[in-house]
């Protein structure tokens, strides 16, 4: 390890955390120093979660507060636990990477509805970078403050964004997503007790949903026009994966061709000729898309596949490391998908 | 049992054939007394499937015809053998449930396109009544042949029959739907294997799949305009069940209202204030139907879920054997979801 | 209905509770005159449980007490409450099901040790009858007060009773057995959490678990010899569902003959040449069971599947309410399997 | 990559082939020049796995036979495949592991009963080195071919070698063993339709098993002494994963202890307090195990999980690899399991 990075993650034992300490295991240059955890505070990792056992991070101790100074904070925290910490991290001049909510909108006025507090630090919403890469790549270089986005909203962006590059006109945007459980968080609910939900699916949040105004903020930034976007999460009996499709009404072009064209040198973005399969994407960072425009109905239909987990929240923190850090952008994020 | 009626299962032994069977072992009135299949004829059932071990159906023995007189004939069967079976039947004047494609959509031309063959009976087409009973009741009580719908189509039309009563005017009709693996059949299949599909989900057929002319054709037929719709079917990890988000453009309107007042006297559907699960309709005859209306976008949104083999297939049948036969409309199917 | 039963049902929103209304919507002669609940009081039955918006007893308000009187309690509560209510009921002369284990184990000194408390009323003990039919039928024809097994117990038992009532001679019993996870109840838990149980499976309470002296205290009282159990109970990824493999060492018998023999009056026992699938047994009050002899290590296995919430619980509850009562003994029990 | 090792993967296309692959690309030292496919054959790899689309082995075509030369030969092939193309491979002086079970068992007259085909080359069975790296580490570091373990052994060996090495007597063996559907293969087979195995596990092959001489034979060649297993393989609905609950009679010693001490210095064998659940392994090559010493029955239980692909085929290849190259001997092999 020619360069070592000091790593800190905060809220080490949701599932973004774990998961994050897994990409991090197999990283060349970050070194993970700290790891925080309320609920278990005082316990080694491994007795939380016996996989890693065998690793080296398995006998770290649990603590309340970081007890090692870092380079880099990771935060997988509750939106309004972030919303209090980044500023003293910034004070701190950590380089920081939110897994929360708390900075990914850019209208401070938002947060009352979709979050249920007051953003009581607007002035650091616009230092905060939106961390898609393949959106805000050079922008991330130089942030101190990533804010990594939603795991739908980055299905939902990656699937849009060759249209906002091209320039191509599109309306009434129809974003039906189907997320695995994980995404709910490791804190038990009784829609997601194994008994309820094996054989299960159903729709949430349809009147409203934290994740829209993040898209739509993101694609006005983007494009310069305001859309409305109608949003379905569903859940689906599957711990990871998420799919969106998202139906567009729009002018007939070669769209395959510029879906490829506009992600041909991304690392994490894949363009295939068949609808994907969550399974190709799960325990990854990848991102693969599939386009069809169908004429009787004037509609294009962008689907696109992520592992919830990963490039939807704690790969694409590393993506994000990377890319502050300047280290090569996969680093540590070249695992493929386990199969069957 | 005072009145008892021969019943005849033809390719008793594919899903709906058996869950049909499940369904009739309940039935006060209907006494089966054939049992044919092609691929385990000379077995008994309870040979092929031991649940049926400690019924009197158990020791029936599959046969490759009929060895039996019989009043009502179940065709569980492919497209094309129903599609040369049936002018037979009616001509021995028997009562027909179709469960196969063969005699659903009502213009012969459409049948090369989708179904791969011509439809070399086109005057059996307009006797065929299409078997929603909450959409054609009266044509099927007096009908010799009902077709029996598709999952998606009956999930679909169920989501609209309100609006088109009503008069609604409504456009982009966008249809998303996810399908317990049940729908693809008992045939194995490389996609379906139990490693592959667990843990997995995909969309499939987007640029043509033969329920979205059964959809267009009803709907036409009903309203009298011609719509197009964009049809995306998806499966997930799931061996029953069925979920259709209907999206279409349309002013506001109480639609709550519109679709309670619509369906209140339907036994055998329910519209509730949230997003119905597919877990409460398993194993029945139900249909649950949640209606938004999202006035940021103009758009309403119809989410409806059946179980695919029941609502959407076998039960269904019954339910038209029972108006066919001037029985009670539920008689045999009665039972509530299996939970959890 | 020519008979009328008056049922009330203590803790209806469990999952045994659940299930044994489903079972009473199919039962000729039971009406369902209250349903209890400390959770959900003051809500209609179908506000908890959409699946039963449909039926009669969706419009039933959950009360904390009963509301009406009745003349068959079944007890679907937890262990203490039952202790406690069980000899009020006696006094008020009401038959008992108690779904619970407050009666099952005839030596009140065990209950401190495996159920944490001391038994109050250990009188009781000697009325209560043990319920599983195959072994007790006559005794459950007179009782008033029946405590209906455990899972685990009911699959064991049955899967040795051939042995004990030929008077074969075993020793080294060892029991390993699969339950499906609604066998833990409705109850949050970490562990069963969607995300955590998905693709998932362990042994638990290898040390002690109080299904072990319910097993060796009927086998004793059965053969008059004492037998200790080496017990493994595991949780499996399915939802319903119980498998027990059951190896003894003893001589070589013709067992399989042994077990048609001894079971072939019984409609809800039936004894395979193959393996039994729990799939065979879902939903239904069956047990399957296979029997194989091994020459080399002169071992007997016997497997049985069963579903926990079916044989092993509600359905099981239901046929000793059969019998209590005087009716036929599988009233309301016809089903078969969902398949698939 | 200082060392540069060429690697063909004969059977690239089974679940074990991809497995391989997964971990190979991780492999510091490994270069993959050559996949053979008879299915395949002429398709880029990314065309039949798309996961394999972003990395550099995807574009690599399928070949029946290898294209190119290498140094080490995987064979993941049918048994009589592997059972023929062994001794040309050996004539070639090429290292061989092979994952097909044509030489496992020492004795040649186990083949025709086991196998279904007599053993044409009985002299290659006492070259071949058994693959279970911490039972036969010296042998495998100095072997030409490894002969990779079954996992229902490779489980069970785990379980038991400690007794062995310890030379504690031990009768009446019991290994009850829970499968994923993954250790059945790829090819679709009707009780492995997604439809039938969700919800469903039963047992197996339990008169006659090919890994029961597997273990049999290892025990014998390690402990000098003749052991009769009975075993009885179960697939439960999981992918991945296999849980081997192996029982003995024997006396009480502080086993827990003795078993720690055994594995002490074994990179990928962890003893642990608690029954281990699957997941803690899953894509791993870790075996984790608890051990359970019951008074009352004078029985040890021995609980070991594995990853069937894993340490139980794929990865314990890789290891043995490593072995026999004198690498590391975890190279490639780092990971820690997938959670949630």
Same mark, same amino acid.
């Given at each position: ?36 955890? /309320? ?150 609910? /009784? ?101 069809h425009y169908d004429e009787k ?21 590393? /993506? ?14 070249? /695992? ?5």
């Amino acid at each position: 390890m020619e360069q070592e990075i000091k790593v800190c993650v905060y809220g080490a034992t949701g599932y973004t955390g774990v998961e994050l300490l897994r990409h991090l295991l197999n990283h060349p240059h970050a070194r993970v120093v700290s790891l925080t955890s /309320q609920s278990y505070a005082g316990k080694r990792l491994s007795e939380v979660f016996p996989q890693f056992e065998a690793t080296h991070l398995g006998s770290m101790v649990l603590s309340e507060k970081p007890e090692e100074d870092f380079d880099v904070a990771f935060l997988c925290l509750p939106h309004e636990t972030s919303l209090d910490l980044v500023p003293k991290l910034v004070r701190d001049r950590k380089k920081i990477i939110d897994l929360s909510g708390a900075y990914r909108i850019k209208n401070a006025t938002k947060y009352p509805e979709f979050y249920g507090f007051e953003h009581v630090h607007p002035e650091l919403l616009e230092h905060a970078v939106y961390g898609i890469p393949e959106l805000f790549r050079e922008e991330i270089k130089k942030a101190n403050l990533v804010a990594n986005p939603g795991c739908y909203p980055t299905a939902t962006l990656l699937a849009l964004y060759p249209l906002i590059k091209s320039s191509v006109e599109f309306e009434y945007v129809v974003v039906d997503a189907l997320s695995g459980v994980s995404g709910a968080g490791r804190k038990v609910d /009784q829609k997601f007790h194994y008994p309820e939900m094996e054989g299960n699916s159903f729709a949430y949040s349809i009147e409203k949903h934290r994740h829209t105004p993040e898209m739509e903020d993101v694609i006005e930034r983007l494009s310069g026009r305001s859309v409305a976007v109608r949003f379905t999460p569903q859940v689906i009996p599957v711990t990871r994966g998420m799919m969106a499709k998202v139906y567009v009404r729009c002018e007939k072009l070669p769209y395959r061709e510029i879906y490829r064209e506009s992600y041909k040198e991304e690392p994490f973005v894949k363009v295939i000729n068949q609808p994907p399969h969550i399974k190709y994407v799960i325990g990854t960072n990848y991102c693969f898309i599939f386009v069809h425009y169908d004429e009787k109905t004037s509609m294009l239909e962008v689907i696109s596949v992520i592992d919830n987990l990963g490039k939807g929240a704690s790969s694409q923190a590393l /993506q994000n490391f990377n890319l502050m850090m300047g280290l090569e952008e996969s680093a540590g994020l070249k /695992q493929t998908a386990l199969y069957p």
